[in-house]
């Protein structure tokens, strides 16, 4: 039971992040794409999805968003109280944002929509 609970989680996220995604991009793309950490190809991909294919795109048990922080070292600087944590999560924003372009372009390549 709890494993059913559990995917349709999932599939509740994924449609929330399809449908902030979706209006992020609206609102201001640039900004977007750098936030979502999504090549231009597919976030107009994800633009051109009606809400019947957001909705069956959202409707899969794998989870379509990706957390960018996959190292501790992230983790340590974003919770830094220390009077440089601005600068150094500055400087992690930018880290992430490659990592993200490298991501997109990967994902690109096996023209995946992230």
């Known amino acids: ?3 059913a ?4 989680d999932v599939r509740e996220l994924n449609l929330a992040y399809l449908l902030l ?3 992020m991009l609206r609102e201001d793309y640039a900004t977007a794409l750098y936030r979502l950490g999504l090549s231009d190809e597919n976030a107009r ?3 051109s999805l009606s809400p019947k294919q957001l909705v ?3 409707n899969t048990n794998l989870l379509l968003c990706q957390l960018r922080m996959n190292k501790q070292q992230v983790f340590s600087i974003l919770n830094d109280d220390s009077p ?3 600068l150094q999560q500055m ?3 930018i880290l992430l944002s490659s990592q993200s372009e ?3 372009d990967r994902t690109t390549a096996n023209g995946v929509v992230p």
């Open 84 to 86: 440089y944590a601005n």
């Open 1 to 3: 039971m709890q494993t």
């Open 56 to 58: 069956k795109l959202g």
């Open 45 to 47: 991909a994800l633009l």
């Open 102 to 104: 490298e991501g997109a």
């Open 5 to 8: 609970n559990l995917l349709d």
């Open 21 to 23: 995604a979706q209006r």
């Open 91 to 93: 400087h992690t924003t």
